[in-house]
Every structure is written in structure tokens, then in C-alpha cells.
């Protein structure tokens, strides 16, 4: 019998319009989305008010995307939809050092640095010593292992977001490890940070009661033939935001030591070993 168009049969009404030859993913992906979004306009039995709110809020988050800001993107993130995407797609063996989201601040090309460098190019900030060992999953040192590195700087901000204030590269780097797998370099320890909130997606985290702080933490990815690529971050764990990063994205196991260095060289210390899974 053919679906009309009924409440009760609304899915199939919609799903079973989808040409017999079309592509069997993209088949499998709208059925889905089609079957999801009409149990939810089912199950909060929206208004044509709330539709029109919606569809207002959609257009606004686009108009305010430029080639730096991608509003979709951190509705995505704030929605928690970023890091379960990254979840399910980097399933990784107990003991692996975990992913976690990219974020919009990583630029390629930054500059390759001598192991032991430092990254803070604008004198601000509480110096940090960052070192560790890239390692297998059996322990053994991972040579050649390239880690690109960035940070915001003591005010909470990257350099791109601040292109006239700070200087180019400022908190970043790229350092190769030798035979022994071991990474050192100097930064600043990072600062807590809201991200761009005077958008829509500032907006929905207000209207939720929630901030749009993320806990400090230094950005990695780490990448070594043979190995799945690691995207990352080390956070400071006495962070006030810790528990509620504006996108979800600590892990336990990425709370790392940022201690006291007696060294005399830098005010803290993060000692932090990577974990490579092979491919
Ligand atoms: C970041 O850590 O740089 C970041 C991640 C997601 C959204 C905004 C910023
Ligand atoms: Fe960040």
C-alpha cells in the first residue's frame, strides 16, 4: 500500500521515497537520520514556534561561519557529538594513550624546533618544562616520532586569535624524537579558556546554564610511521573547569602531572609518556 503522508507512518512516508540505486551508505545514514528526527519532533511534540526557533537559530549559526570561524563546528563540539565521533572512531587498547578533540586552533607548517626548545615566544606566562617518551604498547621507545605541538598563552589565547598581538608561531612547534623516543621542550603551563562565545553557540550554552570555559591543557598530535595517529591534549588537573569542559573533552587518562620543577630552569614541570597504537 502506498505510505501517505500520516503521523503514525511519517518515517515511512519519508524513507521509502529513497531511489532503489542510490549509494548503500548514504541510504543506511539518511534512513537513520530521517527515523531519529521524526521520534524527536514526535517525542518533545514540537510547536511550529519552536520549528521556526530552529530553523532561525540554524541560519544564524551559518551566517556567522567565515573561513575562521566555524560555528558548526563548536555547536558540534559543545554538543558532545564531536568527541563521540572521535570515540568511535579511535577505539584504542587499554594502556593506549587516548584522542581527543582537535579543536579549530591547529595550523600546519609551524616551525620545527631543536629537542629542548622553547615555544613561548611573548616572555608572559609561568614557564613549563613538557617531556616524556613516545612509546609502543610494549614500552619500546618509538624513534622518529613527530610531535606538533600548541598551547594558548598566559591570557587564554592562541596566536591566530591574536595575529597583531603576538608573534607568529607563538606556543608552537614541531620536535622529532631520536633512537630513544624522548620529547623535551619548554612552554608556558596553559591557562583555562571560554571558547568563542558571542555567537549562537555562546547563546545555546547560556540558555542550558552552562559556561563556555575549557580546563587548561596542551595540545598534541603525535605521529610515527606504523602507528595511528595521535590527536590529543595533557590537562592540568586542578583546573577549575575540569569537570565541565565546554566540549567534553578530558579524559581521565589524559589529566597529566603539572608540578613544581626544582630544577631551577622552569616554575612547573609536565612529565607525560605517549602511548602509540599501531596501525
Ligand atoms: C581547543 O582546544 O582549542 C578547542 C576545542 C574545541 C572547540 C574550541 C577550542
Ligand atoms: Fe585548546
Redesign the pocket.
Known sequence: MFPYFKESSSVDAVNSRIAPDVDARIREVMTSLVTHLHAFVKDVQLTPQEWDVAIDYLTRTGQICTTERQEF??LS?TLGV?MLVDAINNRRPPGATENT??????VSGAPSREMGACISLDGKGESCLFEGTVIDLQGNPVAAACLDVWS?NAEGF?DVQQPDIQPKWNNRGVFTTGADGKYRFVGIKPVSYP??HDGPVGKLLAALGRGPH?PA?M?FIVKADGFQNLIT?TFVGDDTYIKRD??F?VKETLVAPYERNDDGETLWRSQFDFVMTRV
Do not use: E
Not at 101 to 106: A, E, R
Open positions: 563546528i563548536l563540539d564531536s578533540v582537535l579543536g579549530p586552533f591547529h594558548d592562541y571558547i568563542p575549557r591543557h595540545h591534549h565546554a566540549v573533552g
